[in-house]
């Protein structure tokens, strides 16, 4: 019978000690934000029948669970990745955003110098110094297109970097999970059915962490493994094996990387596929932000250079001389596609700056004819034979460059993605602005003329591109538009998502997080209850004293 | 909702960035004035304050060219008013050497000063501007305009003036090309002229000339040949008589609507030549009355001759007088322009300078009491942070 006590008694002391120290791993991970809150859950022992009744035979700990929600947990990973998605578009945009509208870096207060340089040309047109105020301010209008350009090539190059690191950052965090994946089915089978709930936790930390840098679905397997799919659907991890993304460059641009998912030596692109996390917001960012913005720039300089030039050479100057080139009007960038037999390339001018557009057109060559389009679109812009010139949206395409083409031959043009940074004043002699026309008396001299420096001065105010929509400023300042809107959406998204993902942050803690107090009492009750049980091991030592004093005599 | 710890002190963190952020954009919109930080503040807004600042930018640009224009209207109105004080003196001395009480040292003292006033008058009509462009060069700006030759005054310059804009629409010219100013004035009274015959030995001198039917005269020459001293016939250029009648001195001879009245008596055989007008310029006006007082005088047709030459001088010089006011009021009419402009750029510039105000300029008093009260919001976090921290049920557990 007092044995009956005694191991009542001891099964407590045994239980209630388990429960302290689960109750003091958890005061230990209370600053640890991985960590999920884990519980004795106690049991009764199976009772002896005693004649008189069932006896108890004390307490049992059945299992330590873990305080873990999964629908939580997605949520919590889905919100993790929308947040670092919107984090870092936002801080593209908003880099652009101040890069565009900064009073000192700015193109508006250049541009307005310069045309302010040129009126001050045709209010003084004999004067030398005017005029080489007027160069100066040219070169300066110049270099801030450069500068423009060159600050946005540098994010351009930011952004690459980041993407290499994100996909390292993947790579590492998937063999992590992979390694986990190992250990938990083995400890699954160590403990008899028990889930190792503290490497469960660091699973879900890495999974966490991996959502930070791109959007993952999760499928969880019967044998506690966990599969992670990226994209649409392609396995990164399954079961203790990890995939190896790669950013390498895959289209025609090299310097453009794309994101490949490597498996058995071959790369499948998935860059398209790619959302969420800090990749999906740093790929997004190169193609809603940076792509439009420098094309932008870079028609705005185009059409600044071929209008201003045009109107240049209908002039004289100082000498009498006709006009000659002002500006040196930026090329278009032209890709010829991997694998192409064709040597050489097309020529692309600019021949309407009403006409032009931003953006890829795609040249390609079907065996026959060459044929003009919108990348990624179908629809024929314009063709010609092999030597022929193909004309569409304000350019002109000379074919004649191109030679051994074959079927399938393409080139990837992009007029004005690098034209802001190519712009240069060509004309170095003041003497050369031609501030006058032609005279009507072939010889007269024209000095005093300036009346085509008043032309170029209307110039700025003249609305030259969309079709005769917009002016030159004008087009600047629909960039700075779109760019401060998609800023503006940015900021409001990230907060919202950043108010979601504190809201899912504060849903895991109520589910999983560790409270203070609650583990404080819980380390009040379990210290009373083993010390009751303590008393009651001793009362059944007293009990069998008494037993023994009584036989002794 | 159970809170777990971590969740009480990240909470609290976090609202004490989110005031500190806010209470830092406060504070940046305070030092700097502006509304707007960035275009994402207010794309809309940044936009229109980009446009704004362009449109200033050109009004105050549209101020330097009306100020230049101003400066070089007003140097030529000074000039051209110079040049009308010299056609006043050059007809004071006309009318001076015309006198019968002159004698011949008398006139070459008048003529040389004529000679000087000729001098002079090249000089205004080859004016610099203080950049070193000739004022009625025109596009020719930079050589001389007027050269003096053997045969008269040549123009070298240009025939069209600079423009500049003084707003989006409106250009002035910035001067007048010389030719139109110094030379292109009509002769005599417009119509006709009549010399006297380079033979003539009578007293006869030409004083008025007159239009009384505009359609009667074809317009080619005619010659009034005095056959007796009382009688006349006019000829055309093949030598047939159109007119004839006759005269006594101070009477006019009037045929095919044209009367020119004669003063002094023609001998016989004196001849009169009558031809269309031309045109001329100010320079050889003032060399023909210089050449005329000059003239020696040895009979009445001498005499006659030079008093004819002056009295066709003065109707030019009073030809010359119409042509430059024309020409000074033109330029008065551009300095008009030019300062009604800058009356409506004024407003223009004041309107535009309010609105941009308006777009981008802060609201001190809103955004101090903005700033106070997150300052209470911050330290309300704070506080109640530190309070909240300092809570533990471990704290009793003795």
Redesign the interface.
Known sequence: MSSGILGVGSSALLAYQRALSVTGQNIAN??N?DYS?QRVELEVRNPQFAGVGWIGQGVDVSNISRNADQFVQRQLMDNTAGAARQEVFYQY??RA??L??DADAGL?PAL?SF??AV??V??????TASRQVLLSEAQGLSDRFASLQGRMEEQRQVLEGQVGAAVNDINGLAEGIAGLNRQIVEGIGQGGGKPPNDLLDQRDALLQRLAGLVSVQTLEQDDGSLNVLVGSGQSLVVGSEAATLSAQAMGDDPARSDIAMVSSGTAVRITDLVTGGELGGLLDARRELLDPAQDALGRTAVALAMSFNELHAQGVDLDGAAGGEFFSVPEAQVLPARGNTAAGGPAVSFVDAAALDTGEYRLSFDGLEWSLGRSGSSVVLASAPPGGTLAAEGLEIDLAGISGAADGDNFLLRPMRVAAGEIGVALDDPRGFAA?LP?ETAG????????NA?EL??LG?QRLLDGGNTSI?GS???L??E???K??QA?LAADSQARLL?QS??QR?????????EE??N??RYQQAYQASAQVIAVAGTMFDTLLGAVRR | ???????IY??GI?SIQRQQAELNKTQLQLASGKRML???????G??QA??F??SI??LD?FE??GA?AEGRLNHEESVLAQAMDSLQRVRELAVQGNNATQTPETRAAIAQEVRQQLDQLYQLANTRDA???YLF???????APFAATATGAVYNG?D?A????IS?IR?VALGDPGDAVFMGMAEGNGRFVVTEGAANTGSGVVQTLATTDGAAWDGTPRSIEFTAADAWEARDPDGNVVAAGSYAPGETIAFEGLSVGLQGTPAAGDTFELRPAGTRDMFSVYQDLADALEQPLTGAGDQARQSGAIGRVLADLDQAVGHISAVRSTVGARLNAIDSQATQRESEQLELNRTLSEIEDLDYAEAISRFNLRMVGLQAAQQSYSMLSRM???DF?R
């Open positions: 209370a600053g934000e809150r945009a908003q955003d101040n565009l509208a508006s307005q045309f302010a009126e001050d045709a209010n003084d047109p004999t004067s006058a005279p007269a001299s024209v000095v005093g003329d300036n009346r008043l001065a209307a105010q400023s600047y300042n629909d700075v538009a760019v401060g809107v800023t503006r900021e504190e942050r504060a803690e109520s589910v999983s997080g560790v409270n203070l107090d404080a009492a380390l009040l | 909702m159970r809170i777990s710890t971590s969740q990240n909470a976090e960035a275009p994402s503040d207010d794309p809309a940044a936009v980009l446009q600042r362009e930018a050109r640009q330097r060219n230049l950049n070193g462009e060069g025109g596009f020719a700006s930079l050589d240009g069209q600079r423009e500049v804009a989006d250009r533990s049920l471990f557990i």
